[in-house]
């Protein structure tokens, strides 16, 4: 059992700056973030096992945010930068207990365990 408690969204303007945070109880093979738009489907956004040895990243958020975590905490981070109003989303961390590879890191159905979400705003 996996425990994951999401932290840091909130509004910030274009060009800004956010860092997500997701505290894990339990042990995960790789971990992830996930974000749904209002009136969208849930999509991937960026994936890392946990061992640091693979990450995914949704081709529009390539460059612009950085997914690490800090093994000490056990928490799972997302550096989200030069955020954009599309960016606008409630974001959601998943773990699996699997080792993902890099070709299944944005499928949802790959992730076991889910956090409750935190939303992120990008006002323009």
């Known amino acids: 059992q996996v425990q994951l408690v999401e932290s840091g969204g909130g509004l910030v303007q274009v060009g800004g700056s956010l860092r997500l945070s997701c505290a894990a109880s339990g042990r995960a093979g790789t971990m992830g973030w996930f974000r749904q738009a209002p009136g969208k489907e849930r999509e991937s956004v960026a994936a890392m096992r946990w061992s640091g040895s693979t990450t995914y990243y949704e081709d529009s958020v390539k460059g612009r945010f950085t997914i690490s975590r800090d093994k000490t905490k056990n928490t799972l981070y997302l550096q989200m930068n030069s955020l954009k109003p599309e960016d606008t989303a409630v974001y959601y961390c998943?773990?699996?207990?699997?080792?993902?590879?890099?070709?299944?890191?944005?499928?949802?159905?790959?992730?076991?365990?889910w956090g409750q979400g935190t939303q992120v705003t990008v006002s323009s």
């Open positions: 998943a773990a699996s207990v699997r080792n993902l590879i890099h070709s299944s890191m944005y499928d949802q159905g790959q992730y076991e365990y």
